[in-house]
C-alpha cells in the first residue's frame, strides 16, 4: 500500500518538472522585434546597427552619422526616413565612410522644415538586413529673410479702394502669394480677406479692392507667403471709403419727332452720361445737377459751371470720357476763380492731386499739367485719350477728388 503511494507521488513530481520544462523552453523560443538594435539572436549573423549622432540639421535637409558592424562583408548601408516610425518608404544609400568602413554618413535633403522625421539606419549582407532602433528629428524652422511694408498712402472712392505695399526678399528664398488683407478690426489677416497681387507673387504689391462700404473704416495690411508657407505681415494702415457723390443729370430739349441719326445720337449721348455720372459719383464726393443737351452745332462739347453741358454731332466725342471732361469743367475746372491757384506755371501745385496721381501710376514723380482751362494727364482733352479704358475712367475721377482736397470749390 505504501510502495503505491510512493510511486503515485514520484509520477506527480515528475509530470510538474516535464511542464516547467516544456513552458520555459516555448517561452525562450519567442523572437524580438525587427527594429531590435544590434544582432537579432534568431539570426546571429546580421550587422550590428547604430545612429551614432546628427551632424548638421537644417530646414530642408539633415546629416546623420551611424555605424554598422558585422562579421561578413556588408553589400549596402543607409538610412530610412519618414515622418511615421520605422520608416521604408525614403532610403538614402551611404556614400561616405570612415572607421575602417564600420562608420558611414548620409545627408538627407527635400525634407519640410518644422516637421518631426523618423529615420533609422540599415545594413545588408549576405545574411539578411539589421536597422537601428527609430531616432526622431524635427527639422528647424525656415529663416526669414523677408520684409513687408504696407504703404501709408490710398485711393478710394465709394466702394472701391486701391492699396499698396512692398515685399524685401533679402536672399532670394521666393515668394509664394503676396497682397493685401483687409477687415473692419485691426491687423487683419489672410483668413480675413485677401486680395492676391495680379502676378500672385509680385514684390511691389498693388490691389484693388471691390465691394467695400461706403463711408466706412477699414484696416489693411500687405502680407506675403514665402515658398516655405510662412507668412510675413506688414504694419497695419488704417483707411477710409468715401460717401458716394451725388451728381444727377437728365437730357434737355430732345425733339420725339427727330430723325432716326438724331435719335440714335440721343441714345449715345445718354448712355455715355449714365456711365459717366456713375464713375463720379463713385470715385468722388462732388454734387452736381447737370442738364444734357444735343447741339449738333458744337463742334466737340462744352460746359459751363452752372450745369448745362452740350454734346455736339460728332459720335467721336459722344463718349464717356468727353462727358466725364465736361463735368469736371462745370465742378470748377477752368472755370473757377481758384483753378490760377490750383495750376501754376503750368504745373499742378496741389498736394493731395498730385500724391493720387503718383500713387495710381506708381510714379512716384508723376505731376499732373494743365493751361487755363483744361489738365493733363488722364484730362480726356480730345477723343483719341478715351480708349474705353476703366481704370482711366477712375484715375480722371480720383484726381477731381484730389483738387476739391486742394480747395477747388463746389461749382454748386
Known amino acids: 500500500m505504501k510502495n503505491n503511494q510512493l510511486v503515485n507521488l ?76 520605422h520608416p521604408t518608404d525614403n532610403k538614402t544609400t551611404a556614400t561616405s565612410y570612415s572607421s575602417g568602413n564600420a ?57 472701391t479702394a ?37 502676378g500672385h507673387n509680385d514684390l511691389d504689391i498693388f490691389v484693388r479692392i471691390d465691394s467695400l462700404h461706403e463711408a466706412t473704416n477699414y484696416n489693411i495690411r500687405a502680407y506675403c507667403i514665402n515658398n516655405f508657407g510662412r507668412i510675413t505681415y506688414g504694419p497695419n494702415v488704417l483707411i477710409s471709403t468715401i460717401r458716394r457723390g451725388h451728381v444727377t443729370y437728365s437730357m ?72 466725364l471732361h465736361e463735368i469736371e469743367h462745370t465742378l470748377g475746372g477752368g472755370t473757377s476763380w481758384f483753378w490760377p491757384q490750383l495750376i501754376v506755371n503750368g504745373v499742378c501745385v496741389g498736394k493731395h492731386t498730385n500724391q493720387i496721381l503718383q500713387f495710381m501710376t506708381r510714379n512716384p514723380t508723376a505731376k499732373l499739367y494743365g493751361d487755363g482751362l483744361h489738365s493733363w494727364p488722364y484730362g480726356f482733352n480730345g477723343n483719341w485719350e478715351d480708349t474705353g479704358v476703366d481704370m482711366d475712367y477712375i484715375i480722371h475721377c480720383l484726381l477731381v477728388q484730389g483738387m476739391k482736397k486742394d480747395g477747388l470749390p463746389d461749382a454748386n
Open 252 to 323: 434737355v430739349n430732345e425733339d420725339p419727332n427727330a430723325d432716326a441719326d438724331t435719335k440714335a445720337a440721343y441714345k449715345r449721348i445718354d448712355e455715355a452720361t449714365a456711365k459717366a455720372v456713375e464713375y463720379q459719383n463713385n470715385f468722388s464726393t462732388c454734387e452736381k445737377t447737370l442738364s444734357i443737351n444735343y447741339s449738333p452745332g458744337t463742334p466737340t462739347a462744352d460746359a459751363v459751371n452752372g450745369g448745362w453741358i452740350n454734346v455736339g454731332a460728332n459720335p467721336g466725342y459722344q463718349r464717356v470720357g468727353t462727358i
Open 103 to 159: 562608420g558611414f554618413q548620409v545627408k538627407i535633403s527635400g525634407l519640410q522644415p518644422n516637421t518631426n522625421y523618423w529615420i533609422r539606419s540599415y545594413a545588408v549582407n549576405s545574411k539578411g538586413v539589421a536597422y537601428s532602433v527609430d531616432k526622431q528629428i524635427t527639422t528647424m524652422s525656415p529663416p526669414n529673410h523677408i520684409s513687408v511694408a504696407t504703404d501709408t498712402m490710398f485711393a478710394s472712392g465709394a466702394f
Open 162 to 198: 486701391f492699396a499698396a505695399g512692398t515685399v524685401r526678399d533679402s536672399l532670394a528664398a521666393g515668394i509664394k502669394e503676396s497682397g493685401i488683407c483687409i477687415a473692419t478690426s485691426a491687423n487683419p489677416q489672410i483668413t480675413d480677406r485677401k486680395i492676391i497681387t495680379p
Open 10 to 85: 514520484l509520477k506527480s513530481c515528475l509530470f510538474i518538472l516535464i511542464f516547467t520544462a516544456v513552458c520555459c523552453s516555448k517561452k525562450n523560443t519567442i523572437p524580438g522585434p525587427s527594429t531590435t538594435q544590434g544582432t537579432d539572436s534568431a539570426n546571429p549573423g546580421l550587422a550590428t546597427v547604430t545612429v551614432d549622432s546628427i551632424g548638421s540639421l537644417s530646414a530642408t535637409s539633415m546629416t546623420i552619422y551611424a555605424s554598422a558592424k558585422s562579421g561578413v562583408s556588408i553589400s549596402d548601408r543607409g538610412v530610412y526616413w519618414g515622418t511615421g516610425q
